[in-house]
């Protein structure tokens, strides 16, 4: 035998045993049929029934690589998910998989199984992911997988603008007010007919002002709102509603966007998936308009949702098989891309942000542009939006003047915060890119 070559074998066995070893780490198992192979059944509990659509179709999928596991799924109405998944934890009687809503991590603190490290390494998640340590590294672990980001935009009726020979959608909130003036149409009884820029009647908006003044909800030992950028948030919130563009408290309405008479809209992004059910209307979307029209300090808040998590509780030998498809299925581009295409989010790998399917949808478009200049704050506590929608209320109804309605807020706040205090928020780890 040539020498070389008895020299050169271990070196080929050794490299040969490292390529198989990538192979079999980033090839999805494939186990073959046998006959009267039991199934291990896994239960997927969701309360979304388009989304859940998804999970069954691509669960065949994987049923045929997976001969032997059953895709069990179960639709729990949205207002009873919540109870019942905490009730099934509490009693070992938990779905395998569950689709989670961050708002609702505080609640089930230590209910939930952290994702394995060797199958979802946290280094790799950080550069997959864009935001991931904000918005699911809580304590060197995560335990629902990142879905994909929503924000709110502006909704536009395509041919009302160009009708009125309006090139686009503003870019500050000035020229917001002006171009809405032009916009808006009333009927000789004083309603509207036309409404310009719909705004009014959403809390998020205010929300959205109040960090593209630079401010923050949350405080360290209270409410952060009433500070001077929640002060300029609410004169301007007020000065738009001045500007008489809007749907509001003695301006009725009785159109919609979806039937041709709004020109512009404000909605967070799901709304992109109703309309493209129910309207026929051709509409675009466009960037929030800022103060300036420029994207710092912030365009606003948005939503990083989370999608698929593992009740604790279940037996180790079937949360393995859990992750497992769960990894499988979130390394699907196809999946990943359509599971937001449906929900009306940007997905959260940026690396998808170039394919085809994201940059001709102009809501994807958007999103991609305006997502990385949002704040998540965290799990925001339910009593935060019932006191910032008391404010709201207050500023559209005039009964008092915003500055004085936002000190009132900030007292009813910092109650509630020494009642309830907040857990996980992170608003501090917002860190725009730089222009």
């Not at 395509?158 to 809405?180: C, F, N, R, Y």
């Not at 009647?201 to 500070?227: C, N, P, S």
């Not at 698929?308 to 992750?323: D, N, T, Y």
């Not at 009964?399 to 857990?423: C, F, H, N, Y």
């Amino acid at each position: 035998m040539n020498l070389s070559m008895k020299a050169t074998r271990p070196v080929l066995n050794r490299l040969s045993l490292v390529v198989l070893a990538v192979v079999l780490a980033v090839t999805p198992l494939v186990v073959l049929p046998t006959p009267g192979m039991a199934k291990t059944k896994l239960v997927l509990w969701d309360w979304h029934e388009p989304r859940m659509k998804l999970f069954e179709e691509y669960a065949k999928q994987y049923e045929k690589i997976r001969p032997d596991i059953e895709i069990v799924t179960v639709t729990v109405p949205w207002d009873d998910y919540w109870s019942k998944l905490a009730v099934a934890i509490a009693s070992k009687t938990a779905p395998d998989i569950a689709e989670f809503h961050n708002e609702q991590y505080s609640k089930f603190d230590g209910m939930l199984t952290p994702f394995p490290e060797d199958l979802f390494p946290l280094e790799e998640m950080r550069k997959k992911y864009i935001m991931f340590d904000q918005a699911f590294n809580f304590d060197g672990k995560f335990y629902y997988f990142p879905d994909g980001i929503m924000s709110g935009v502006v909704f536009y009726n395509v041919s009302l603008l160009q009708q009125a020979g309006i090139a686009g959608v503003p870019k500050t909130w000035d020229e917001m007010a002006t171009v809405g003036q032009k916009l808006t149409r009333m009927n000789s009884d004083g309603t509207l007919k036309q409404v310009g820029f719909n705004f009014a009647y959403d809390a998020g908006v205010l929300v959205d002002m109040i960090y593209q003044h630079g401010g923050r909800l949350f405080g360290e030992t209270g409410v952060a709102f009433h500070e001077e950028p929640g002060k300029k948030a609410v004169q301007l919130f007020d000065k738009m509603l001045k500007a008489r563009i809007s749907a509001q408290p003695g301006l009725a309405f009785n159109g919609s966007f979806e039937n041709g008479q709004v020109a512009m809209q404000y909605n967070w992004t799901w709304y992109g998936g109703l309309l493209r059910s129910v309207s026929k209307v051709d509409w675009q979307v466009a960037p929030l308009p800022t103060p300036t029209g420029a994207s710092l300090p912030a365009r606003g808040r948005n939503n990083y949702e989370s999608g698929l998590s593992v009740p604790a509780g279940v037996p180790k030998e079937r949360q393995r098989l859990a992750f497992e498809f769960i990894k499988w299925l979130y390394d699907n581009d196809e999946f990943y891309i359509r599971l937001n295409q449906a929900l009306g989010r940007i997905p959260g790998r940026p690396s998808l942000w170039n394919r085809p399917e994201v940059i001709n949808n102009s809501m994807f478009r958007v999103l991609a542009q305006q997502a990385p200049y949002t704040v998540y704050a965290g799990p925001i506590p339910g009593w935060m939006w019932e006191t910032l929608g008391t404010l709201h209320q207050a500023i559209i109804n005039g009964t008092k003047s915003p500055v004085v309605a936002l000190e009132e807020a900030r007292q009813k706040g910092d109650a509630e915060w020494r009642r309830d205090p907040p857990r996980y928020i992170v608003e501090s780890l917002y860190k725009p890119p730089a222009n």
